[in-house]
């Protein structure tokens, strides 16, 4: 959660509910979105299919391209639950980068981050093989939202698998067949409703393995 005040949010925030939309991919806008609670899922149709970019947590931001460069959305936002959200107009956006310079940074190093993420994710669905896509997507999901223990990487088993059902856009069968490939190469383990990743590193070299074999046709 944001530390801001209430009447800060009175002014500026908004409360969204479960699945409600707050931007549309194509539209024009000119305000920016901070998310104080809740989660926002970043979502874009590809190839007629509603693939799942990223989901936001608090303290991340979205919608700050269209204030930098007037252009239209490049994807939707949806609250995944109730959401708390400030919303910042241009001329708000304008005036705190002028008396609050650390902003500037912030934003930099946050888009920064997006656009190496984008780039694995583009280069992650550009492979035709679908343990390959399935692993890499999973490595990414690792990074953003695993919690580290000794016996490796934790996640949500249900909302992992939904997300990379989502993300990769395969069939729900076809995602549980590459999981229980990895459980059987000892990289995932599953206990209860938790995911366990042995490591990234495991996880990478399985992948170079998938690539090896496309390279070679093996």
């Not at 409600?20 to 920016?32: A, K, L």
């Not at 780039?119 to 679908?130: E, F, G, V, Y």
């Amino acid at each position: 959660m944001l530390n801001i005040s209430e009447e800060v949010f009175k002014r500026y925030g908004r409360v969204y509910q479960p699945g409600e939309v707050i931007v549309r991919e194509g539209d024009v806008g000119e305000t920016m979105f901070i998310i104080q609670e809740g989660e926002i899922r970043i979502h874009k149709r590809i190839r007629d299919r509603e693939t799942t970019l990223a989901v936001l947590k608090a303290g991340d931001f979205f919608g700050e391209m269209a204030i930098i460069d007037r252009e239209p959305r490049s994807a939707s936002a949806s609250a995944v639950g109730t959401a708390k959200v400030l919303i910042l107009s241009k001329d708000i956006f304008e005036s705190q980068i002028k008396t609050n310079p650390k902003i500037i940074m912030s934003i930099l190093r946050k888009m920064s981050e997006r656009l190496r993420g984008a780039d694995r994710q583009i280069k992650t669905l550009l492979m035709r093989d679908n343990h390959s896509r399935v692993t890499g997507t999973l490595l990414l999901l690792m990074s953003k939202r695993g919690s580290p223990s000794e016996q490796g990487v934790m996640m949500d088993r249900k909302e992992t698998l939904e997300e990379l059902v989502s993300m990769t856009g395969l069939p729900l069968e076809k995602t549980e067949e590459v999981l229980e490939t990895l459980r059987r190469a000892g990289i995932v383990k599953f206990e209860n409703n938790v995911m366990i990743v042995k490591s990234a590193d495991s996880l990478e070299r399985f992948m170079n393995y998938l690539e090896m074999k496309e390279e070679f046709g093996l």
